[in-house]
């Protein structure tokens, strides 16, 4: 019985250290070319073995309704992932909006309105 409890225990702090060790993506930086209609995202998200942990989803929604859903396999470096996607339907005063999802644990989220053409 003892030891069940030693394995429990060893168990439970191996899980708590791992959910205190993972972090999730805390800015992202979002521009927007009305000309090209390319949306650029720089998701800040720092990280000792981007291979293990990383950015491993964004969403990206356009006036509230999500548009494109990119699922990633690791993440470009400890610090970042950076991301270019086409919204050929973006328009002057559109909303979009940028999500980035951690492998682990947590997300964020940021918008801006379009602005020029």
């Known amino acids: 019985m003892r030891r069940i409890i030693t394995v429990s225990a060893f168990f439970i ?3 708590l250290s791992c959910a205190a060790y993972a ?3 805390y800015d992202i930086k979002i521009t927007f070319d009305p000309q090209t209609k390319i949306l650029r995202a720089l998701i ?20 509230g309704k999500e548009v494109i859903e990119h699922i990633i396999s690791r993440q470009d ?3 970042s ?5 086409l919204i050929p339907d973006a328009k ?19 918008e801006i309105k379009v602005t020029g053409n």
């Open 13 to 15: 702090f191996l899980f």
């Open 23 to 25: 972090h999730p993506p």
């Open 44 to 63: 800040m998200h720092n990280v000792s073995n981007p291979l293990n942990h990383y950015i491993k989803k964004v969403d990206i929604g356009l006036n």
């Open 77 to 79: 470096n400890n610090e």
């Open 81 to 85: 992932q950076e991301v270019s996607y």
């Open 92 to 110: 002057k005063g559109d909303v979009l909006s940028v999500e980035g999802y951690c492998s682990i644990s947590g997300k964020v989220k940021k």
